[in-house]
């Protein structure tokens, strides 16, 4: 799902005003209904009909048939552009340039706001899956994904920005957080690479016993990463980590705490094994070296994202993890062999999705950067 960001340069006031809501029509309706679109928007001589089609056409509403009655619901693309908007009126995004990753349930793009300062803007997917999950629990999914994929992307961007702001806060090594709106994120751009494209190390023990006190330091404020993994630690050029990607992070009360512990620990023991050829007899264990010092959840709490809103997305988050292991399960044998990197081979398969650019295109890319905010033509 690419972002658009050429519907992004022209629109009228009055498509807004409808696009708009649409969204407000999706606070309580999966389909909004025609008239409601035409009440909330209130354009004289029915012209909502008319900006109605427009935003069809350009993909950023879609047209929903429901039993009892025609409707509009916003797409992902429609999604994108509100978010946009309103970070080009605060000012933080000016341009969009190319995209520098896609996950299984995100997309990311570098940006940059009216003084040319580059960031990263992420954008959450949820609800994007393979079409294998898809056919398998098409009725679930028919029930969810309407319904839910806005919400939840939306919570993921706001637990995000939230952990981000927190951890910043705290002096722990993560991208600055510059904005939130609705499912996206804006924050600082590291100039690193993933460990993953690591191949060689100058001092593997150096690293390795940075990225434990890494994991332990969170603990003792009260937090697992729960996805510390080679895709999700960039390494500067000075050989120092940062830390990105906060979805899933949980709190050291959790319930499963020790499992999603010992699971970031094992995973960069695994990681520096393989590639580094580096083991170590010294690692942290959650029951031996957790002693909660501070707790950084009442810090989370106060920026707006809730206990309640914690529970929904990781209620979430379980079902889809179920969801496709059971599907994982089902497929073993069109899998390849590899059964070693079990782990990331989803992610790493998106990833690996992204045609290479030529340096030339990369710079051909930037200089095509969109520009956003006037919406009508001139
Ligand atoms: P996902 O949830 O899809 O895994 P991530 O937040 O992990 O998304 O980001 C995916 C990839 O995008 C990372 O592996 C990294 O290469 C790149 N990336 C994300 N955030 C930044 C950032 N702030 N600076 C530089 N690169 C980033
Ligand atoms: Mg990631």
New binding site residues.
């Given amino acids: 799902m690419k972002l658009d960001a050429k519907a992004l340069r022209y629109m009228s006031s009055e498509e807004f005003r409808v696009l708009t809501a649409v969204e407000m029509g999706s606070k309580n309706h999966e389909v909004v209904p025609s008239q409601l679109i035409a009440q909330i928007a209130q354009l004289r001589h029915g012209g909502t009909h008319k900006r109605v089609g427009e935003l069809a056409k350009k993909k950023l509403i879609a047209r929903v048939q429901n039993m009892s009655y025609d409707g509009y619901r916003l797409t992902y693309g429609g999604y994108d552009y509100l978010a946009l908007k309103t970070f080009a009126k605060r000012g933080t995004v000016y341009s969009v340039g190319n995209q ?2 896609v ?4 997309d ?1 793009y570098i940006v940059a706001d009216e003084d040319d300062n580059q960031h ?1 803007l ?1 954008l959450q997917r949820l609800g994007r899956m393979s079409f294998r999950t898809i056919k398998s629990k098409r009725d679930y999914l028919q029930k969810r994904k309407s319904a839910s994929w806005m919400y939840m992307s939306r919570l993921a961007a706001m637990k995000e920005y939230a952990f981000m702001k927190v951890l910043y806060e705290n002096g722990f090594p993560v ?1 600055e957080p510059v904005d939130q709106s609705r499912h996206c994120v804006v ?4 100039d ?1 690479f ?1 460990l993953r494209q690591i191949e060689e190390i100058g001092n593997p023990g150096k690293l390795y016993s940075e990225l434990m006190s890494l994991i332990v330091k969170l603990a003792q404020h009260g937090l697992i990463h729960g996805d510390f993994n080679e ?2 630690i ?1 390494i500067k050029s000075d050989g120092s980590p940062v830390l ?2 906060f ?1 899933q992070m949980v709190s050291t009360s959790h319930v499963n705490a020790e499992y999603y512990f010992n699971r970031d620990v094992e995973c960069i023991r695994v990681f520096f094994r393989r590639r580094f050829g580096y083991e170590s007899a010294l690692y942290p264990r959650f029951t031996q070296d957790v002693n909660r010092e501070f707790s950084l959840d009442v810090q989370v709490a106060a920026s707006g994202f809730s206990k309640k809103m914690q529970k929904e997305l990781e209620d979430y988050q379980e079902e889809i993890k179920d969801m496709s292991s059971e599907d994982e399960d089902e497929d073993e044998d069109d899998e390849d062999d590899d059964s070693d990197e079990d782990a990331t081979e989803a ?1 790493t398969s998106a990833k690996d999705n992204i045609p290479e650019l030529t340096e030339e295109e990369k710079m051909e890319q930037k200089m095509r950067n969109i520009r956003l905010g006037n919406t009508e033509p001139t």
């Fill in positions: 520098i990753g996950g299984k349930e995100s990311i990263v992420k991208p924050m600082g751009l590291i690193a993933p895709f999700n960039l990105i990607d979805p992610e």
